[in-house]
T-cell receptor, first 112, second 113 residues
């Protein structure tokens, strides 16, 4: 059973546009929601993370929006650049535990 | 700061053969993780160590997979015998402590023929 559902599977955006990736979960015990960025041949790298006590977190061009009641969270990449082309994974971690449950990933392509 | 090191980067074996992967975590990181990433999917945790003790191995197929972390530093993951469905990238990650940010290595891509 997929603990975290991610969409879309792939996304093509023009340079300068906004990329939006969505994730949903069911387990209300999740209390930490990170996003990871993975380039081909590399391991995932933490991009930005949020806890459910806030509805939004922004770091540079990357923003996480969190809707606790809907059990959904999303990543917004503003002013998308070709260098942002990568696979993005959302994840979630349960209170008192340390293992991450990852979504299935979104392959983002930013066209110059 | 040196990152998580893994070797080999690529491995091709026949089914029923054995294979071993090695991981050297970031210096000082007490927690070490092994993940399996099947093509088109997100990483799935196989086993987690805190220093040299196993914290969680509930997702490890123990009939064929084994892992150890001697002296609380380097770790090896072994598959014996390998099956076709074991074809995946095996990622090692480490964190300073419990619930800290996990840093991933580049992974070992295993192909089982």
């Amino acid at each position: 059973q997929q603990q975290v559902k991610q969409s879309p599977q792939s996304l093509i955006v023009q340079k300068g546009g906004i990329s939006i990736i969505n994730c949903a979960y069911e387990n209300t015990a999740f209390d930490y929601f990170p996003w990871y960025q993975q380039f081909p041949g590399k391991g995932p790298a933490l991009l930005i993370a949020i806890r459910p006590d806030v509805s939004e977190k922004k770091e540079g061009r990357f923003t996480i929006s969190f809707n606790k009641s809907a059990k959904q969270f999303s990543l917004h990449i503003m002013d998308s650049q070709p260098g942002d082309s990568a696979t993005y994974f959302c994840a979630a971690r349960q209170t008192g535990a340390n293992n991450l449950f990852f979504g299935t990933g979104t392959r983002l392509t930013v066209i110059p | 700061e040196a990152g998580v090191a893994q070797s080999p980067r690529y491995k091709i074996i026949e089914k029923r053969q054995s294979v071993a992967f090695w991981c050297n975590p970031i210096s000082g990181h007490a927690t070490l993780y092994w993940y399996q990433q099947i093509l088109g999917q997100g990483p799935k945790l196989l086993i987690q160590f805190q220093n040299n003790g196993v914290v969680d191995d509930s997702q490890l197929p123990k009939d064929r997979f084994s892992a150890e972390r001697l002296k609380g530093v380097d770790s090896t993951l072994k598959i014996q015998p390998a099956k076709l469905e074991d074809s995946a990238v095996y990622l090692c990650a480490s964190s300073l402590g419990w619930a800290d940010t996990q840093y991933f290595g580049p992974g070992t891509r295993l192909t089982v023929l």
